[in-house]
């Protein structure tokens, strides 16, 4: 089973830029993608972009040319850049990792970005 502790949220203004990091713990050995989605306020939760282990990566979007997702130590940790902002941006950022046969799926609690116009 793994574990994944969100980080990086904060309070910033539009245009400006946050890193978020996912550190996964347990068995990430069997881990194949790992993707960030995100819930606006009294929203749904909606998929953000998502990467996998041969590198390959995907984007809604809402984010295509804005943010970048990485990932080092064979998805053990992944980062989601986020640049040029926008107040629509606004929500708790969830990382979730892909793992096993029949796939799993495993969710961090989530961390709040928040952008001021």
């Known amino acids: 089973q793994a574990r994944l502790v969100e980080s990086g949220g904060d309070l910033v203004q539009a245009g400006g830029s946050l890193r978020l990091s996912c550190t996964a713990s347990g068995s990430t050995v069997s881990i194949n993608t790992m993707g960030w989605f995100r819930q606006p306020p009294g929203n749904q939760r909606e998929w953000v972009a998502t990467?996998?282990?041969?590198?390959?990566?995907n984007y809604a979007d809402s984010v295509k040319g804005r943010f970048t997702i990485s990932a080092v130590n064979a998805l053990n940790t992944v980062y989601l850049q986020m640049n040029s902002l926008k107040p629509e941006d606004t929500a708790t950022y969830f990382c979730q990792a892909v793992a096993g046969v029949p796939p799993q799926h495993y969710w961090g609690r989530g961390t709040q970005v928040t952008v001021s116009s």
């Open positions: 990467i996998s282990r041969d590198g390959s990566t």
